[in-house]
């Protein structure tokens, strides 16, 4: 199944939805399938609490462990609202391609659509009196805005509660155009309270207030940076309003404060951990909340007056439809136990998972191959759930050293629902043991469903068969979510297997981020610049400086996920501003995320460029895998840097400084799935061969190795393509040698890639690149008069923009980074 040529488009979830960076709103706003509770809402009697949990509707009694079961699909249910009379129940159903609300009512079971219009619809709430709804949609525009809508026909008719407008401020997170987000009625159902980012350049919005009349504009109620997640909630008494928040703090917990647009806000929670989702009882005295502080999600119920909380536990699952045992056990191919990441489809064709599992999905997905996006969580070797009956399907990875293992069972009454899957490793060169891999770009925590830690974050790293893991502390807008974790050490969590290093990303926009490995003395502060609006507005420390303070400390720098298709063109992207020709011309760039959160063979025309022109920059795969999201670009490890590691590392610390040592040597290769392999004269990539004459020949060995069809093997020489290789019958494996005549000095690779994406690889298509083996002839440096004359142009639009900055803080800023624009085109002449 997985040898077979497949067309593939991959597309964003949902990507009707128009607002930039959708990975940060696909998670942190839209609702997500996870094993715990997502959502929450009581009945009007306040005994119990109707949530989304694993993709359904439940319903609880608060002072009971049984959950029943109230949906159970197609697709998967979420964000539920129980109506004033306590009948029906609105809520959004992910299904098609698209987040339609609808409407169960409970004594009959029955559900019907309020909306068919293949948009996103979210947050459902009814009106005090039962007789509008509330929600937020992507209706006419493709953005999120309020609307109101009551029943005709048996159909919702609904209207924007706002006409849209496009703010004045600039934004690089967020859209030009306003949003509104989280509605919530005011008692007397007179006014909606919902997030509204009415000129505000960071975070999503301030709370306010609107009057339900015509003409009416949003009343101020609290300024302040939100993420997303606020989520605001009306107490019976019109006056308190509980939210989520993260004022002066690395996470969410709940805070009140009144409607009078005056009061200072105070915290009812406190902890290193995320709230969110509060709603209030009917009668006021308690908050029901979603809470990840153990990892997975959960709901607290806490009275308002004391703070007395309780875990709704549940003991007991009442499914609407039969269920079954289902157990799974991973072995590697001596029978023991192992580690992997596990899809499983049950005959519903609905995900499922352990409970104790956490629950990912991917971020796009190919809708010629799939219903939905790839959902997937990993085991320790042993997977113990409940399925529907029917035809189930399970897929098992184990890294990029191993067979993609695929099995369909049926699961059926009265039959052994269980499977023994083996793992078998792919069949790999001898020399393949010298090579540890590591994924240099993960964030630990970042603001998703769930709460990371060192322990949990090994493991994730484990299943994926992934050496060492980096996780680059960075700023979430004010919040820096892992900074306490930040260490010079490697991770107590750290074992013989897996690696855990906090490293740090330097995070401007306007500069392009720096990963900064291997820092041994501290983090840098401020973790961020060229923040317009703030007081980190100038766009000084460049990125120059930060790469020499990281030096200073021993770390390794890269640039990270660089360049979408098509790559920068200088002379039509007057605004390009990122500064890796300069920092490269400095000699200031270890390492390039060639394989990355990026179009792969775009960032590797830029890299071309800057070998050619003399930099010795190492290639590295890193994700910019959010490792606590349920919707992420992931899993950690998909983008990957294998460094050739040399000599004993018995410690964490020596493999730590083995690892980062070989990467600024150059001695790696970057992959999402396949394996290459180079070797020049028997030198391995980071290496250099000096050469006494021209078209001197050179002899090369090169290997492929590949879970995945892939189509190209190729040879490039300072850029160009001079051997291309068949990848054998299924297209996987090859091992070839030969002998090339060499022209003058440059540099040489091999690269591995498919024009197409694959369903069982989650990233764009496959891609793999070894880092350059480095070749002199007579000595001399190799020159590029056309990569020169790209990078002087770019340099140049970099000059003008920074001349024109009125918001440095003094002149010697903006003087000291155009020094080193004069020290970067003067490299970039001699190259010529």
Not at 153 to 162: F, S
Not at 261 to 285: H, I, K, N
Request: proline content about 6%.
């Amino acid at each position: 199944m997985l040898a077979g040529s497949v067309s593939a488009e991959r597309r964003p979830v949902l990507d009707q939805i128009d607002v930039p960076h959708n990975y940060y709103f696909r998670e942190m706003f839209l609702p997500q399938l996870t094993s715990g509770p997502s959502a929450l809402a009581w009945t009007p009697d306040g005994k119990s609490l109707v949530y989304s949990m694993q993709g359904s509707l439940w319903q609880q009694a608060i002072d009971s462990e049984t959950a029943v079961q109230l949906t159970s699909g197609p697709g998967y249910d979420f964000q539920p609202d129980v109506s004033p009379d306590g009948k029906t129940i609105v809520f959004a159903r992910y299904l098609a391609d698209a987040v339609e609300l609808k409407l169960l009512n409970l004594q009959s079971g029955k559900i019907v659509s309020l909306t068919d219009g293949g948009n996103v619809n979210v947050e459902p709430r009814w009106s005090p009196d039962g007789g509008r709804l509330a929600f937020v949609s992507t209706r006419d525009t493709g953005r999120f805005h309020v609307f109101v809508g009551e029943m005709v026909e048996n159909k919702l008719v609904a209207n924007p509660v706002l006409p849209e407008r496009e703010s004045a401020i600039y934004r690089y997170y967020y859209s030009a155009f306003d949003h509104e987000l989280s509605p919530a009625w005011a008692p007397d159902g007179q006014s909606l309270f919902f997030v509204n980012n009415r000129e505000v350049p960071y975070g999503s919005g301030n709370i306010v207030q609107l009057a339900l009349e015509e003409g009416a504009e949003p009343r101020l109620i609290r300024k302040e940076e939100t993420s997303w997640s606020a989520s605001p909630d009306i107490a019976p008494d019109g006056r308190r309003i509980a939210y989520a928040s993260y004022l002066g703090r690395q996470w969410h917990q709940l805070w009140v404060t009144h409607v009078d647009a005056v009061a200072e806000p105070f915290p009812l929670t406190y902890g290193e951990f995320d709230v969110s989702s509060p709603r209030w009882s009917p009668d006021g005295s308690r908050i029901a909340y979603i809470t990840n502080e153990n990892g997975d999600t959960a709901i607290r119920v806490q009275e308002f007056v004391g703070g007395k909380s309780t875990v709704l536990s549940v003991a007991e699952k009442k499914f609407k439809t039969r269920m079954f045992d289902f157990e799974l056990n991973v072995v590697d191919i001596y029978g023991k136990p192992v580690s992997a990441r596990v899809s499983i489809v049950g005959g519903d064709g609905r995900s499922y998972a352990p409970d104790n599992a956490w629950l990912h999905a991917d971020d796009s997905y190919d809708r010629d191959h799939a219903r939905f996006e790839t959902k997937y969580f990993h085991t320790a070797g042993k997977a113990t759930l409940k399925v529907p009956a029917g035809a189930t399907h399970i897929s098992v990875w184990r890294g990029f050293e191993h067979e993609i293992e695929r099995r369909v069972i049926n699961v059926a009454p009265g039959r052994d629902n269980a499977l023994t899957l083996r793992v078998t490793p792919l069949d790999l060169p001898t020399e393949w043991i010298n090579w540890i891999s590591g994924d240099v770009h993960v964030h630990m925590n970042y603001g998703g469903s769930y709460r990371n830690s060192p322990a949990n974050m090994v493991e994730q790293a484990r299943a994926e068969d992934l050496d060492v893991v980096f996780n680059l502390i960075v700023n979430k807008e004010q919040r820096i979510p892992d900074i306490a974790y930040f260490s010079t050490e490697p991770d107590a969590s750290s074992d013989d297997e897996v690696t855990l290093l906090h490293a740090q990303e330097y995070h401007t926009s306007y500069w392009g981020h720096l990963g900064l490995l291997g820092l041994d003395s501290h983090l840098l502060v401020p973790d961020y610049s060229a923040y317009p609006g703030t007081a980190a507005a100038s766009v000084f420390p460049d990125n120059v400086t930060i790469a020499r303070l990281a030096h200073e400390q021993n770390a390794a720098v890269g640039y990270v996920h660089p360049f979408l298709s098509p790559p920068p063109d200088p002379e039509k992207d007057k605004n390009l501003t990122n500064a890796l020709p300069v920092d490269a011309a400095l000699g200031l760039v270890d390492y390039y995320e060639t394989v990355g959160f990026a179009d792969h063979r775009a960032s590797a025309e830029v890299w071309y460029k800057l070998l050619n022109c003399g930099a010795r920059i190492a290639a590295a795969g890193g994700t910019d895998a959010m490792a606590n999201y349920a919707s992420l670009r992931g899993p950690v490890g998909l983008n990957r840097t294998y460094v050739r590691a040399t000599g004993d590392a018995e410690t964490a610390a020596e493999r730590r400084d083995n690892w980062i040592a070989g990467l600024k040597a150059g001695a790696s290769m970057a992959s999402n799935g396949p394996l290459v392999g180079l070797t020049v004269n028997g030198e391995y990539p980071g290496s250099e061969i000096a050469l006494a004459d021209r078209d001197e020949e050179v002899s090369f060995s090169a290997t492929l190795r590949s879970a995945v069809p892939v189509d190209h093997l190729e040879l490039v020489f300072n850029g160009e393509v001079i051997e291309t290789f068949e990848t054998g019958p299924d297209k996987r494996k090859i091992d070839v040698s030969g002998n090339i005549a060499i022209r003058g000095s440059g540099w040489l690779l091999l690269r591995a890639w498919s024009e197409e994406a694959h369903p069982m690889l989650l990233d764009i298509y496959p891609y793999a690149t070894t880092s350059p083996v480095y070749i002199t002839v007579k000595g001399k440096a190799p020159k590029s008069t056309e990569a020169a004359e790209y990078f002087l142009a770019w340099i140049e639009n970099i000059r003008s923009a920074v001349t024109s900055r009125t918001d440095f803080n003094s002149d010697h800023e903006q003087n000291f980074v155009l020094s080193h624009l004069d020290e970067a085109e003067a490299h970039y002449q001699r190259c010529r």
